[in-house]
């Protein structure tokens, strides 16, 4: 079982920055890929954004390119999101999820399903 935590979410007024951080542990596990994802009330949830661990390509959202930035520290087990230009609209709770199995990343990471472990999300406001 893998352990999925985040944290760094919080209030923060529009066109600000913040960054969310994640750390997944457990035994005797190794990252495959790790991603972000939000849910606002009333909406499905979405994906962010999704690093390789091992090889560290990137996906984002077609809404957050150039915004939001995935990144990862893999001696940790740690990936951060920062958030730039934040808008009102990017208020939601922001989930930070693991699979420690290969699969088909490019074409699957911005799937629900296909993600093992979820932590249990961090909420960031944003003030207009």
């Known amino acids: 079982q893998v352990q999925v935590v985040e944290s760094g979410g919080g209030l923060v007024q529009s066109g600000g920055s913040l960054r969310l951080s994640c750390t997944a542990s457990?035994?005797?596990?190794?990252?495959?890929?790790m991603a972000w994802f939000r849910q606002a009330p009333g909406k499905e949830r979405e994906v962010i954004g999704a690093?390789?661990?091992?090889?560290?390509?990137?996906a984002y959202a077609d809404s957050v390119k150039c915004r939001f930035t995935v990144s990862r520290d893999a001696a940790q087990n740690n990936v951060y999101l920062q958030m730039n230009s934040l808008k009102h609209e990017n208020a939601a709770v922001y989930y930070c999820?693991?699979?420690?199995?290969?699969?088909?990343?490019?074409?699957?990471?911005?799937?629900?399903?296909?993600?093992?472990?979820w932590g249990q999300g961090t909420q960031v406001n944003v003030s207009s």
């Open positions: 999820a693991e699979k420690s199995q290969p699969f088909k990343w490019s074409s699957s990471y911005n799937t629900v399903n296909a993600w093992n472990f």
């Open positions: 457990g035994p005797k596990f190794s990252v495959y890929s």
């Open positions: 690093i390789h661990w091992n090889n560290d390509p990137t």
